[in-house]
Nanobody, 120 residues
């Protein structure tokens, strides 16, 4: 089983920056992809950004050119650099990891979430 520990959330003014981190630990053979999702009050959880083991990235249109996802494979850690933050970025941010044990099946694990609040 994989455990995820997130950090880096907090309160920031509009236009500011935050950096989220998510470290994976446990019985990991290989991580396929890592990503960040967010859920604002009254809304469904949605994609923010993902990154594959090869470094390919995907972003939600609302965060393109403002957020950057990166990963450190040696540390099994994924980061989300968030710049030019807007009040509408306020949400609980969740880390997600897709991993395998060397066989044909893939599994996923979610972090506990970290609150990001952007004041206007």
């Amino acid at each position: 089983q994989v455990q995820l520990v997130e950090s880096g959330g907090g309160l920031v003014q509009a236009g500011g920056s935050l950096r989220l981190s998510c470290a994976a630990s446990g019985s990991i053979f290989s991580i396929n992809a890592m990503g960040w999702y967010r859920q604002a009050p009254g809304k469904q959880r949605g994609l923010v950004a993902t990154i594959t083991s090869g470094g390919s990235t995907n972003y939600a249109d609302s965060v393109k050119d403002r957020f950057t996802i990166s990963r450190d494979n040696a540390k099994n850690t994924v980061y989300l650099q968030m710049n030019s933050l807007k009040p509408e970025d306020t949400a609980v941010y969740y880390c997600k990891v897709i991993y395998n044990y060397g066989g044909p099946y893939a599994y996923d694990s979610w972090g506990q979430g970290t609150q990001v609040t952007v004041s206007s």
